[in-house]
């Protein structure tokens, strides 16, 4: 198995879509196609593209690794299932340190830079207000 990977439509073929993102089965994964083509409208897309790199790791860790309560962890299961991934990728996989206080957790980078961390935030936040829009619940 490999990682998330994304193509363009090659010229002359025909395609709602500009570019795919295929999942480590190399089968079309629509949620993170249809976040670039729903982002790309919005910003510029060197800024998508860098987005969707950022993203593309987090969905193979979440597909491989992710555990909430016994079980692997989707994209679209319950938001607290999801939340727990998404603080666990941050320790284990971007070294950072949580620190909670009254319902809120602060983030710590150690060893990556912040820049990355917080490039990782602003797409994971953006994918899902982008699922919401799109009403996508696979």
């Known amino acids: 198995m490999s990682a998330y990977f994304h193509v363009f439509c090659p010229e002359g073929v025909i395609s709602e ?16 196609t249809e976040y670039y083509h729903d982002q790309v409208k919005r910003i510029n897309e060197s800024s998508v ?12 860790w979440l597909e491989k690794k992710s555990r909430y309560k016994g079980a692997i962890v989707h994209w679209n299961d319950e938001s607290e299932g999801v939340k ?3 603080r666990q990728y941050l ?31 602003a797409a994971i936040k953006g994918f899902y207000r982008s699922m919401l829009r799109l009403k996508i619940t696979l």
């Open 17 to 32: 879509y500009r570019l795919i993102v295929y999942d480590s089965k190399k089968e079309p994964f629509i949620p993170l």
């Open 84 to 86: 727990e991934a998404v």
């Open 49 to 60: 593209i860098a987005y969707l790199n950022t993203l593309k790791p987090f969905f193979y």
């Open 91 to 121: 320790i284990q996989e971007m070294q950072c340190k949580i620190r909670g206080r009254d319902k809120h957790e602060g983030i710590y980078t150690t060893s990556k830079s912040s820049k990355t961390v917080h490039l990782f935030l």
